[in-house]
């Protein structure tokens, strides 16, 4: 009887054992690289252009939008967003295509972070 009792603590020891949590382990994904987009300062894009090029493209209010053009025009450049790959790129172009169109030569560029 003894030994009945002890096989049945045993069995039971057994059963938890068996409940449990399975752990995955997945592989860390990489995140991808992030990209600084630019604005340079050149003598002949009106300062009111760069503000609304920073207010339509990158989401700016007009308060920003005007500090980051005067970082731009006393620094020579400045950040204006960070971004991934493909957005920073779309966001070069248009600026480019924008800018080109209204015949200023406002250069935008992009930079890995």
């Not at 096989?7 to 994904?29: F, H, Q, Y």
């Not at 790959?85 to 966001?91: D, L, M, S």
């Amino acid at each position: 009887m003894l030994h009945d009792v002890y096989m049945m603590a045993d069995r039971d020891n057994d059963e938890d054992s068996d409940i449990g949590v399975k752990l995955e382990t997945r592989p860390k994904t990489k995140r991808p690289p992030l990209y600084k987009v630019m604005i340079l300062n050149d003598d002949y894009t009106p300062m009111e252009f760069v503000v609304t090029v920073l207010e339509r493209f990158f989401g700016m209010n007009h308060d920003q939008s005007v500090e980051i053009m005067l970082a731009v025009h006393q620094k020579g450049l400045a950040v204006v967003g960070v971004f991934s790959h493909e957005i920073a790129e779309t966001k070069v172009a248009l600026v480019m295509d924008f800018a080109g169109s209204h015949q200023h030569p406002l250069q935008c560029t992009m930079e890995k972070e």
